[in-house]
């Protein structure tokens, strides 16, 4: 088996977990900027985890043989204080000719409040100012539609963005075609509660078809798995997918997604 993890926080992951994904046939990990599980208390927090995501986890990843690229922004967590967001945002761009960085992200919504709309339509903005692609976080559970339709209503918005250079990440059963019908890309995160399970996720990719669909983990500090990818292949299996059909979800569509930046490469 061969899979890419397109969304896995891999600096609250250990070695031992780098060690498993390369074991179950991991060929790269993809880690978008996300909330710290704290509110960090001002723009140089920012900055030393932008450095420590370009730097740093790329070189801890590579001691396993694993290309590791990432995703920048505020978070939309944090994104309520909106001074802070505006400091961070002034120095994203000097981050974004690092070689691992595929784009902005995860941006999105949390609580569907006014100020992260305004730091989302901001990175929007910044995203189109400077030719990136874009990762976004959808809101959790009772948030989740309200905040997708508010999303996906911004990016159209936009005449410059282009739906398939854009992922909408942790899509569910009463999300997933609204984001497919507007021509983005859907993630599903595989969780052990909440989210996705891999049951779920499985039974999304029957009913709606893989063709603009990949799959990710997720893992970050709170439970969860850094295998579920694999796991998730492994069940699929157990239902009768064919390998060929399992390859192009778990490794083919991440591939196809991520090289639209040149900068996405395996070993
Ligand atoms: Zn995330």
Redesign the pocket.
């Given at each position: 088996m061969r899979y890419i993890e397109p969304?896995g926080?891999m600096v609250s992951r250990t070695t031992d977990d780098y060690e498993a994904m390369l074991t179950a046939g991991c060929a790269a990990v993809c880690e978008?900027a996300?909330w710290a599980g704290y509110d960090r208390s001002g723009v140089q927090g920012f900055y030393d985890y932008f450095c420590q995501l370009t730097d740093y986890e790329p070189k801890r990843a590579a001691k396993f043989g694993l290309p590791h690229f990432t995703w920048l922004c505020i978070n939309p967590k944090e994104s309520e204080d909106t001074a802070l967001a505006a400091d961070v945002l002034g120095i994203v761009p000097e981050f974004l000719e690092r070689p691992n960085v595929l784009g902005i992200g995860?941006i999105g919504l949390n609580k569907n409040t006014r100020n992260e709309m305004k730091v989302l339509e901001q990175h929007i903005d910044l995203a189109m100012r400077h030719g990136q692609m874009i990762l976004v976080?959808t809101p959790h559970l009772e948030d989740k539609l309200k905040g997708t339709r508010l999303i996906v209503d911004l990016l159209k918005a936009d005449a410059r963005v282009q739906p398939g250079r854009v992922i909408i990440?942790?899509v569910e059963e009463h999300t997933i075609q609204h984001v497919l019908d507007a021509g983005f890309w859907a993630g599903i995160?595989l969780y052990p509660e909440s989210k996705t399970t891999p049951p779920r996720a499985i039974d999304m990719f029957e009913v709606y078809g893989g063709q603009s669909v990949w799959l990710n983990s997720?893992c970050?500090w709170g439970r969860s798995d850094p295998l579920a990818v694999p796991k998730t292949a492994l069940e699929m299996r157990r239902r009768g997918h064919s390998d060929a059909t399992i390859d192009a979800l778990i490794y083919g569509n991440p591939i196809r997604f991520l090289s639209q930046n040149p900068r996405f490469h395996l070993r």
């Open positions: 969304h926080h978008p996300f995860e976080h990440d942790h995160t997720a970050d």
